[in-house]
């Protein structure tokens, strides 16, 4: 119904950048909202950047000012620019999107398969 595919993840050193990249595909009718989710070994996957149909955008106090999401709504892909990123960001990566596909016409949670992030010190 709704593909996610994640890019741009791999190994940084603290103070670096990266670029994560997340395309949704399929018969898609609506994009309510997509964004990033990180998990980290041990510790509960949190909400790292939100960005709503509108354009409305909402960060963790943890990355506030660091990173930032952005759209390319007419190729239904997302972006998360990361900077003076630290150890404490590292971890697996996951693209989310809330869609209506043309399959169901009912609004769902979609996961993308992660990608990793990992900064050195």
């Known amino acids: 119904q709704v593909q996610l595919v994640e890019s741009g993840g791999g190994l940084v050193q603290a103070g670096g950048s990266l670029r994560l990249s997340c395309a949704a595909s399929?018969?898609?009718?609506?994009?309510?909202?997509m964004g990033w989710y990180r998990q980290a070994p041990g510790k509960q996957r949190e909400s790292v950047a939100i960005?709503?149909?509108?354009?409305?955008?909402n960060y963790a106090d943890s990355v506030k000012g660091r990173f930032t999401i952005s759209r390319d709504k007419t190729k239904n892909t997302i972006y998360l620019q990361s900077n003076s990123l630290k150890p404490e960001d590292t971890a697996v990566y996951y693209c989310?999107?809330?869609?209506?596909?043309?399959?169901?016409?009912?609004?769902?949670?979609?996961w993308g398969q992660g990608t990793q992030v990992t900064v050195s010190s």
């Open positions: 960005i709503t149909s509108g354009g409305s955008t």
């Open positions: 399929g018969s898609i009718f609506n994009i309510n909202a």
């Open positions: 989310y999107a809330n869609a209506v596909p043309r399959m169901t016409w009912a609004a769902g949670d979609y």
